[in-house]
């Protein structure tokens, strides 16, 4: 925890944020000699107590507010350090080193500075090291990697949860002859071309190569790349950017994937929603947060109504499917039989999208390469999952208007059901219409639709059970909005597929224990701060609707970060108030 640093935007591990040092630092950053002041290692005095006396006088005198980085004790990459110092404090911004793979604790800092990082070359050690770091360190401080940097590898770097990097390596590249992009690094004298018209280049196309000029191109490419990670995290598309940019290599790609086998780390910082368009250009968006977390909801928290029939769809390239042209003329072909059954879309990478929750991110909001063949990998996750949801909620008879290899997987899971073959065309309609009409016969009448969709984003937002609470007694559904039988509004859904709680409905959800952030003896006014949070839900993430109550106060509003962040974090906004009441 720091009162140096404030994380302003998160999407993933990704983070964009700011170091209040002598000057403000927009981070992820590069930083150099300029912004900090270093003791250096131990083994460049003659005692240990020397080099704490070194530290004692640290801090600039011009520039108290200048970084501090403390001494450290050198150690190979897998060995603990030989020495350890005492804590030492600081009275500005304070650094300190950790090891990769060492046991202990580090200290309380504001910065960390991560020893080795340079011989970081094996995928499993990069992440490995990252991961171990960021999980010691309080959410609220900055993680430096120095000398690692690229414009290759930076995306992935701070994807990874680094802050803080420097222009050590391309500046020790450009000495040595190399010359970097986004795209990979090469000698020099290889090149028939350069592949930039920066000013350095087009002086090295008339004059060839010189080190000064190769090394302004080398940090040119690296503060381009910094510029382009920092609009992916600012337009929540850093995980699709880092997708493309790990092809770079095969290490990376490497990376990527051992990074999503750590699951925990990912979910635990992945927003509920983002704004962007969720694309899933590659097979490792199968293993996507978003991805699993949707499924596992679905499975789990997510209730069908009683149905006595299911009809199986593809999707569609528009969303919501509803809006689709192929949606609409099967709605047409099922015509009033629609409330006598259940729809059921199956799609990749989200395997399986009930009806009722076709506006829940991101089943409204992603695309995916279409071809019309399914791998082995995406038909194993649809199976699963298709497998486990007809375990949970039973039916009587199961229509599947499918074709190719959709209708070739269902199939291969031996699913009792009337195959229809799909299609939109009048034929395949009229086959459509045929089986749901037959199967509909004496089948129960289900609810009205949008009642359905407000219990099924009830708990999917908010767990099993929630939906009985926030819809007990009689309810008035008015456009997006439910009403209790004195026409006092409990909830609405957003347009992006979040349901927005009144203070009326939050009463009635407060039952339940979740999504619940407890503050202290206060009445928040704007946007409630990270200090005033007492008790947070840890299954709360950015985006999550939640529920605030103190001794002094009752409210609602978003998430602007996770709840375990909340309860360890000493600065930020922690959630954006909608609705705060006093209490008598």
């Known amino acids: 925890?720091?009162?140096?640093?404030?994380?302003?935007?998160?999407?993933?591990p990704a983070r964009m944020g700011?170091?209040?040092?002598?000057?403000?630092?927009?981070?992820?950053?590069?930083i150099s000699k300029d912004d900090y002041v270093s003791v250096g290692s131990v083994y460049s005095y003659a005692s240990l107590q020397e080099a704490i006396d070194a530290a004692k006088a640290l801090r600039d005198p011009d520039d108290p507010k200048k970084l501090a980085i403390l001494p450290y004790v050198p150690s190979a990459l897998r060995s603990e350090p030989a020495?350890?110092?005492?804590?030492?404090?600081?009275?500005?911004?304070?650094?300190?080193?950790?090891?990769?793979?060492?046991?202990?604790?580090?200290?309380?800092?504001?910065?960390y500075v991560l020893g080795n990082a340079g011989a970081l070359k094996n995928p499993r050690d990069l992440v490995a090291t990252a991961i171990d770091a960021r999980e010691k360190i309080a959410p609220d401080a900055a993680l430096y990697a120095p000398a690692v940097a690229s414009p290759a590898n930076l995306a992935l770097l701070v994807y990874l949860g680094v802050d803080l990097l420097d222009g050590t390596r391309v500046l020790a590249d450009g000495l040595l002859g190399r010359y970097h992009t986004r795209n990979g690094v090469w000698n020099a004298t290889d090149l028939a071309e350069l592949p930039c018209r920066c000013h350095s280049c087009q002086k090295m196309a008339e004059d060839g190569i010189?080190?000064?000029?190769?090394?302004?191109?080398?940090?040119?490419?690296?503060?381009?790349e910094l510029l382009a990670v920092r609009q992916a995290i600012r337009s929540e598309n850093m995980r699709e950017y880092v997708e493309r940019q790990v092809r770079v290599t095969p290490e990376q790609t490497t990376a990527l994937r051992l990074l999503d086998g750590e699951h925990r780390y990912l979910e635990r910082r992945t927003p509920q929603i983002r704004r962007s368009t969720f694309y899933a250009n590659c097979s490792e968006s199968l293993q996507r947060v978003e991805v699993t977390r949707f499924a596992e909801r679905v499975i789990g928290r997510y209730r069908?109504?009683?149905?006595?029939?299911?009809?199986?769809?593809?999707?569609?390239?528009?969303?919501?499917?509803?809006?689709?042209r192929s949606h609409r003329l099967f709605a047409e072909a099922v015509g009033g039989h629609r409330r006598y059954l259940h729809e059921l879309i199956l799609t990749s990478p989200l395997a399986l999208v009930p009806r009722e929750l076709e506006e829940a991110y991101p089943a409204a909001s992603y695309d995916v390469p279409v071809t019309g063949r399914w791998d082995k990998e995406e038909r194993a996750w649809l199976s699963g999952c298709l497998e486990a949801y007809l375990k949970k909620n039973r039916y009587a008879r199961i229509v599947a208007h499918l074709e190719g290899d959709l209708l070739e997987t269902v199939k291969e899971m031996g699913i009792d059901a009337e195959f229809t073959g799909g299609g939109t065309g009048g034929p395949a309609l009229d086959r459509l219409s045929g089986a749901v009409a037959e199967a509909c016969r004496d089948a129960r009448r289900l609810p009205d639709l949008r009642l359905l969709r407000y219990r099924a984003h009830a708990d999917f937002y908010f767990g099993e059970g929630a939906s009985d609470l926030l819809l007990q007694g009689k309810i008035v559904v008015k456009g997006r909005e439910i009403q209790d039988e004195?026409?006092?509004?409990?909830?609405a859904t957003t347009p992006s597929g979040l349901i927005a709680l009144s203070l009326a409905g939050a009463a009635r959800l407060q039952a339940l224990g979740r999504y619940i952030v407890s503050i202290g003896d206060f009445l928040p006014k704007g946007s409630l701060l990270a200090p005033g949070v007492v008790e947070a839900d840890d299954q709360i993430r950015p985006g999550d609707e939640v529920?605030?109550?103190g001794e002094k106060a009752f409210g609602v509003g978003r998430a602007k970060m996770s709840g375990w962040e909340m309860k360890i974090s000493r600065r930020g906004v922690a959630i954006e108030i909608r609705h705060i009441k006093g209490k008598q």
């Open 1 to 12: 925890m720091t009162k140096y640093f404030e994380v302003l935007r998160r999407d993933g």
């Open 18 to 30: 700011k170091l209040l040092f002598g000057r403000q630092i927009s981070t992820p950053a590069l």
């Open 83 to 111: 020495l350890e110092l005492p804590p030492l404090e600081t009275s500005g911004p304070k650094g300190i080193m950790v090891h990769p793979f060492s046991e202990k604790e580090p200290e309380n800092a504001d910065v």
């Open 210 to 224: 010189k080190k000064e000029l190769l090394i302004a191109h080398n940090m040119e490419k690296l503060e381009e």
């Open 304 to 324: 069908a109504p009683e149905s006595d029939v299911l009809l199986l769809l593809p999707c569609s390239a528009k969303k919501p499917y509803s809006l689709s």
């Open 486 to 491: 004195h026409k006092k509004p409990l909830a």
């Open 547 to 549: 529920i605030i109550t």
